[in-house]
């Protein structure tokens, strides 16, 4: 099997679980208050994401820096305030990924957790479990009374990394976001590695 071959069954399978997890979400909890969507910005160099509404205004936005020694972000609402501080730091075998809140609350994400397709996972701070398919952003969050917080899935084709939240309890849409762009930038991390591995192991056999 070619690579485009496998990058198309890739592709599909991360659809398909998508399609799964907003099917599964809907027929036990019901349709979502509303929806957001975010979407990466190609070819910005602070890697932005966009968290957008239902009508395509932005909500939210992240500003990163381009060079420096941890990886940090922060999350901005609509009039330019930080609603959240994103950090990665490696302190062992894997990295540990904080958000902290600008309310003051505070959890973590490891990636070291997210290796298995269709999994359960802590976030530690916060009492909720990531449920579904994480590497393709295809999951739902869950409170600790078993309650849906929101469902995330790529629900559309784009030029863009774009993804659909779907809300179920409105008062946690800002950690919601905190969550789903975390999750975003673990992901573009691992891609990123991968590439830069590749690349060397491609150099070490010329």
């Known amino acids: 099997m070619g690579l485009l071959s496998k990058l198309m069954e890739l592709g599909n399978s991360v659809n398909e679980a998508a399609e799964d997890v907003g ?3 809907i027929t036990d909890y019901g349709e979502p208050v509303y ?3 975010t979407s990466l910005q190609l070819g910005d160099l602070h890697r932005r994401i966009d ?3 239902e009508q395509g205004n932005v909500k939210y936005y992240t500003k990163s820096n381009i060079i420096q020694i941890w990886d940090e972000t922060d999350i901005m609402d609509s009039s330019g305030n ?3 501080h994103l950090e990665k730091k490696p302190i062992s075998l894997h990295e540990i990924h904080y958000v902290n809140m600008a309310d003051g609350r505070n959890f973590t994400l490891s990636n070291e957790l997210f290796h298995i397709v269709d999994d359960i996972t802590n ?4 009492g909720w479990q990531i449920r579904g398919n994480v590497l393709g952003l295809a999951f739902n969050l869950v409170d600790a009374d078993e309650q849906p917080v929101a469902s995330i899935g790529r ?3 784009s030029i863009h990394d774009k993804y ?3 809300i179920y309890q409105p008062a946690y849409e800002d950690v919601i976001v905190a969550i789903v762009i975390q999750l975003e930038k673990m992901m573009e991390d691992r891609r990123d590695n991968e590439s830069s591995s590749s690349v060397s192991f491609g150099s070490d056999n010329n």
Do not use: Q
């Open 23 to 25: 099917r599964s979400t």
């Open 51 to 53: 968290v957008t509404d």
């Open 164 to 166: 659909c939240i779907d």
């Open 35 to 37: 929806s957001l969507y």
């Open 82 to 84: 930080v609603i959240a």
């Open 155 to 157: 629900k559309m084709i």
């Open 123 to 126: 976030i530690e701070g916060l």
